[in-house]
Every structure is written in C-alpha cells, then in structure tokens.
C-alpha cells in the first residue's frame, strides 16, 4: 500500500521555464511534508518543507503548494536550470504509532527532473 | 557533503552470506535511520535508534538488525541474504529523536549491495 505516489517517473523542462512536480498520499494523518533531492551517487539532500496548517511554502526559486482536501501537493521550481536535474522524493510525516511521540518519513518513487541547457 | 558517512560504498556478497553496513552520524546528531531503497521503489524506512536505543521500527526483516554504539555510529546487520535484498541502504541522522514533524533527516551517501 503506497501512502505517497509520485506518478511522474520522469519530467524534462527547459531551462528557465517552470518545473512543477506532483505528488498525492492517502494518509490523512500525514500532518508535515517535504521534499528531499537527490544526484547520483549521492543520499537524498533536504530541499524545502511544509507544515499541514499551511498551503504554500516558499525558499527562494522552489514553492511546495499543499492542497489537503485533494490530498496533494506540488514543487515548483522557478525558474529551473541545468543543476536543479536530480531525482526529486516526495515524502510525508505522521506519528510513528497513534499518541505516540515519534514520527515516521513515508517516501515516494521519485521524479527524475532533467533540465535541458 | 551531508557529514553523514557510510562505508563500505560498494559490497558484492553471494547468497546465504551476511554483511555489515557502518554508519557515522553528523557530529552532534544523536538519531540514526536506516532506509532500503530497492530498484524503482521509494526510500523504505528500516529502523531508527536515537543515543543508543531503538526507538522506531519500520519494514525491517527478522533477518537484519541494527545496534547504535556508545560513540553513536550505527551498524546494519543483514544475514540470510538472498536476492531480494540487493538494494541501496542509506543511513540519515538528525539531531533530535524525531518527536517534532520537523526534525531534518541528513542522509549519507548509502551502501550499494549486490546480492548474486
């Protein structure tokens, strides 16, 4: 049972354009969200993060819009360049067990985002 | 560079062998996770210590165990291995035992297992 789905294997963006990347879950306890990114090679880095009371969190030239009665959530990246080209995770927070105090990273598939020059 | 580090980068064992995997944590970080990310699949949570303890269990087989030591690095035990279990572990700390949603989780650069 996946919790969170990120139904884009793949995404190609011109350079300076928009890159928007989707992601759905289906666990409404999933109360905090972020994104990681990752090269080859490399473990996943720590991109940008939102709170489940918020809609949109902006840090610079990404945005994660959150929508929590689609249950969905999007990057945006503008505008892209050649480096944003990585594996982009999805991944959602909840609490480890009901009333419990630790919480639990749920990850997506990921999105290959290639940019192109 | 996450300051999280992992060896071996690379390990090729056959089937019904057993491996160690190593984990250094950031200095500082008193959590430790393990992941599995097998081919074409998200990042599976194993098992998280936080100073010495386990603290949180996640798709972990009976086959593979963890134990976090006194100077906080971490070590992924897997046995029986079979060839399933090819896969990239990654290891992440964080400072925190991750009681707050926004606990940040620093990954290492994972440990590339061929199972043959």
């Known amino acids: 049972d996946q919790q969170v789905k990120q139904n884009s294997p793949s995404l190609s963006v011109q350079e300076g354009r928009i890159s928007i990347l989707n992601c759905d879950y289906t666990n409404s306890m999933f109360d905090y969200f972020l994104w990681y990114k990752k090269y080859p090679a490399e473990g996943p880095t720590f991109l940008i993060s939102i709170s489940s009371i918020k809609d949109k969190n902006e840090d610079g030239r990404f945005t994660v819009f959150l929508n929590k009665s689609a249950k969905h959530l999007s990057l945006h990246i503008v505008p892209s360049q050649p480096g944003d080209s990585a594996v982009y995770f999805c991944?959602?927070?909840?609490?480890?067990?009901?009333?419990?105090?630790?919480?639990?990273?749920?990850f997506g598939k990921g999105t290959l985002l290639t940019v192109n020059p | 560079d996450s300051g999280v580090t992992q060896t071996p980068k690379h390990l090729i064992t056959a089937t019904g062998q057993r491996v160690t995997l190593r984990c250094s944590p950031r200095s500082g970080d008193l959590s430790v996770y393990w992941y599995q990310q097998s081919l074409d699949q998200g990042l599976q949570f194993l098992i998280q210590?936080?100073?010495?303890?386990?603290?949180a269990k996640g798709n972990i087989l009976e086959r593979f165990s963890a134990q976090q030591f006194p100077d906080l690095h971490s070590e992924l035990n897997l046995s029986s291995l079979e060839l399933g279990d090819s896969a990239l572990y990654f290891c992440?700390?964080?400072?925190?035992?991750?009681?707050?949603?926004?606990?940040?989780?620093?990954f290492g650069p994972g440990t590339r297992l061929t199972v043959l």
């Open positions: 992440a700390s964080s400072v925190a035992p991750n009681r707050g949603a926004t606990d940040t989780q620093y």
């Open positions: 991944a959602a927070s909840a609490r480890f067990n009901s009333g419990g105090s630790n919480y639990k990273l749920t």
């Open positions: 210590y936080y100073n010495g303890e386990e603290r």
